[in-house]
């Protein structure tokens, strides 16, 4: 922990309930934290909560125990498993920095459906390889708030991929651009310099492997598009039928207000109103 409430403090309270972790409580004088909880609200706020409202500024940096951000986010998420705070999480190390812009959302995949859901003119965010084989980029499917699209799933470029070679020479292993494996290209080891010619049988296997399981994933995400937009046209029907329901019993209740207010007003006695007339003989 690197907060503390000092002995200034005049036991308000005003610092319990702004802690995320609930750390602070109240002893016999004053209030403390809780040296365990305490994350000095490193993943909710870039600034420390309880000190933002303390009247008297007694909640203050323990020179005595100071902690890193990363020991700090650590505890976080510790206390708060089921919490996701990312990459870009909120801490007052990182006070005044610019947040990174938002990624232009990525073009997704064509289905066969004609009122496809997702938006043509969504940009595409290809990603780049790196190592022995391309690396996709790991960005959170947008299924909150943003139409539904599945193009952080694809697979890279299929001609940026790494391949593995064996020299059958010194037995050593190196890699090729697949783009190299060309029939008649000469491979060299950079171990031995003994040349490999790439003949047509190994193009063709290279190649159509390949081209299968780039197809089957592809065909793969389709259909999943395919079903998820099926869903969320199903769900928004659903919502839509209830809002509808919704409103209509909202009109009942409008109605049926005016009638009482209207009755309200009719019933009033009010002084000065004409009596009703009674029959001679108190009948009627």
């Known amino acids: 922990m690197a907060t503390m409430i000092t002995s200034e403090c005049i036991n308000c309270g005003a610092c319990e309930p702004e802690c995320p972790n609930n750390a602070i409580s109240q002893e016999e004088e004053i209030y403390v934290i809780d040296p365990l909880l305490c994350t000095e609200c490193v993943g909710f706020h870039d600034f420390e909560a309880c000190a933002a409202v303390c009247p008297v500024d007694c909640c203050v940096t323990d020179p005595n125990n100071i902690e890193t951000e990363e020991a700090l986010i650590g505890r976080a998420h510790t206390i708060h498993a089921d919490t996701n705070f990312g990459e870009t999480f909120e801490s007052r190390f990182r006070k005044g920095e610019k947040k990174p812009d938002a990624s232009p959302a990525p073009k997704s995949l064509p289905t066969k459906e004609a009122d496809q859901l997702t938006s043509d003119s969504a940009t595409s965010n290809p990603s780049a390889p790196s190592g022995s084989a391309p690396q996709g980029e790991q960005s959170a499917l947008p299924l909150s708030g943003e139409m539904f699209s599945l193009a952080p799933l694809a697979l890279p470029d299929s001609q940026e991929w790494e391949i593995v070679v064996h020299c059958f020479k010194c037995g050593e292993n190196y890699t090729v651009s697949v783009k190299r494996f060309m029939i008649g290209n000469v491979l060299f080891c950079p171990h031995c310099f003994k040349s490999m010619v790439v003949k047509d049988n ?71 109103r004409p009596a009703k007339k009674r029959a001679l003989f108190g009948w009627g």
């Open 202 to 272: 190994l193009n063709f296997e290279i190649q159509t492997t390949l081209k299968e399981v780039y197809k089957s994933w592809e065909e793969k995400l389709a259909n999943l598009q395919t079903k998820r937009n099926q869903d969320i046209r199903n769900f928004q029907r659903k919502l839509n039928k209830e809002l509808q329901d919704l409103d209509a019993e909202r009109q009942r209740v409008i109605q049926g207000l005016k009638d009482q207010l209207k009755g309200i007003t009719e019933s009033y006695k009010a002084p000065g």
